[in-house]
């Protein structure tokens, strides 16, 4: 039997206006904005929620935007699309790619900021078939971690209710037309840290006279793969990445000093913390034996807190999801180790679902070689890839677990 939320939710969305949709998918993709400078796609989105008839407010932590509808009693329930691009330079080749150079939606926040315009409209001409109050928010600065934060430190829960239950969603690779749905840790913690080596620079004719940091920084960069290795257990999941590594000027100058930025991702706050005073014991212990003339400088950066789905609330959204998709649609992946600033709208442990809609076109899928899922997963276009470029045939499904989600929280009229 179906429930009441799914078949209303099929109902809101039968007509769904796609093709507006597409065109409105289509302009914020030709048009990406870096983190914290999203102001076009914010006044885009808030001019949709306006549109719909909600009460809107911009300028939250800086590029925010959020609306209110309220509609009687009942919960609060808070929807939310993060709309930061990225600096990679697009090598889709589709006819609505990035006009900024260097900038691109490689993470599909674009689609996230679609499906969220689609859903407060259907929910907000379908207020009659429920009641509660629904916040909808367009948060800035996923990708550096700092935009949820800002938002609910500019007071966001003050300008607007304070919500009860919170749902968001995120494109990911793998055939379009799963949900992915885990009733507990979904994604993992990120932390950042940056190293500078202090060396004596010299010339390059003389290396006896200088302290080459550029060579500790290569010792250090490979000690540092023995962290994952050697010091985390076994059964704990864990990522070292040194993704940066900068030093010198011209080929016969050694440098004075070199950096090296990385990140670390794990699932639990000891092994993050385990890892962290390994970094700092292999930075120093690696520049005193090269002599350096000064201890490292170890820099903790920007953090992302893990993202632990409340069971209920996730198991009610994932049944309503089977209801509306099909029960073979719905998969648990296990927890990922991608991160996100989503539970810093969460204060205060208020319960979240949090999930995965796949997005990679079929004809991509198909003609992808692999024997198995994992085979193709590792061989399909990615999240922050160049490439990556989702399938506009999830436009509707998109709107439809949001509008379903929320309905599965909100009271029936």
């Given at each position: 039997m179906?429930?009441?939320?799914?078949?209303?939710?099929?109902d809101l969305t039968a007509d769904l206006p796609v093709n507006d949709l597409e065109d409105f998918y289509r302009d914020l993709h030709r048009h990406p904005?870096?983190?914290?400078?999203?102001?076009?796609?914010?006044?885009?989105?808030?001019?949709?929620?306006?549109?719909?008839?909600?009460?809107?407010?911009?300028?939250?932590?800086?590029?925010g935007v959020a609306g209110v509808l309220r509609n009687g009693d009942g919960p609060v329930v808070l929807l939310r699309a993060d709309m930061d691009a990225l600096p990679v330079r697009e090598e889709t080749g589709l006819p609505y790619a990035s006009r900024t150079p260097g900038l691109m939606h490689a993470c599909g926040h674009d689609l996230h900021v679609t499906w969220l315009a689609g859903a407060a409209?259907?929910?907000?001409?379908?207020?009659?078939?429920?009641?509660?109050?629904?916040?909808?928010?367009?948060?800035?600065?996923?990708e550096t971690g700092l935009g949820a934060a800002r938002m609910v430190a500019d007071g966001l829960y003050e300008r607007f209710p304070r919500p009860d239950v919170l749902l968001g969603q995120h494109a990911v690779p793998g055939p379009a037309g799963l949900y992915g749905h885990v009733p507990g840790l979904i994604l993992s913690a990120s932390t950042d840290i940056d190293i500078?080596?202090?060396?004596?620079?010299g010339h390059g004719s003389r290396p006896e006279t200088a302290v080459d940091p550029v060579v500790t920084a290569c010792f250090l960069v490979t000690r540092?793969?023995?962290?994952?290795?050697?010091?985390?257990?076994?059964?704990?999941?864990?990522?070292?990445?040194?993704?940066?590594?900068?030093?010198?000027?011209?080929p016969n100058i050694i440098p004075a000093e070199a950096r090296i930025s990385l990140n670390i991702r794990t699932q639990s706050e000891l092994v993050r913390e385990r890892m962290i005073a390994a970094v700092r014991r292999i930075a120093a212990g690696e520049c005193a034996a090269a002599g350096c003339p000064r201890e490292p400088e170890v820099t903790v950066g920007a953090s992302f807190p893990i993202t632990v789905n409340d069971a209920e609330t996730d198991r009610r959204v994932a049944a309503v999801h089977g209801e509306v998709f099909g029960a073979g649609t719905i998969l648990d992946p296990g927890p990922a180790m991608a991160s996100e600033d989503f539970p810093h709208l969460a204060p205060d442990g208020l319960p979240y679902a949090y999930w995965f809609v796949t997005s990679t076109p079929a004809e991509v899928w198909n003609a992808t070689p692999g024997d198995d899922l994992a085979e193709k997963l590792a061989a399909v276009p990615s999240n922050h890839s160049p490439h990556f470029a989702p399938d506009l045939s999830t436009l509707k499904p998109g709107v439809q677990t949001l509008v379903s989600g929320a309905l599965a929280l909100l009271s029936e009229a």
């Open positions: 179906t429930s009441p939320a799914a078949r209303t939710a099929l904005e870096l983190s914290l400078r999203e102001h076009r796609t914010a006044g885009k989105l808030a001019e949709r929620f306006e549109r719909a008839g909600f009460e809107t407010d911009g300028g939250i932590g800086i590029t409209k259907a929910l907000a001409d379908g207020r009659d078939a429920w009641s509660g109050t629904l916040l909808v928010v367009g948060q800035p600065a996923e500078v080596v202090h060396g004596l620079g540092l793969q023995t962290v994952v290795s050697r010091e985390v257990a076994a059964g704990e999941s864990a990522v070292l990445t040194v993704g940066r590594i900068e030093a010198g000027t011209r």
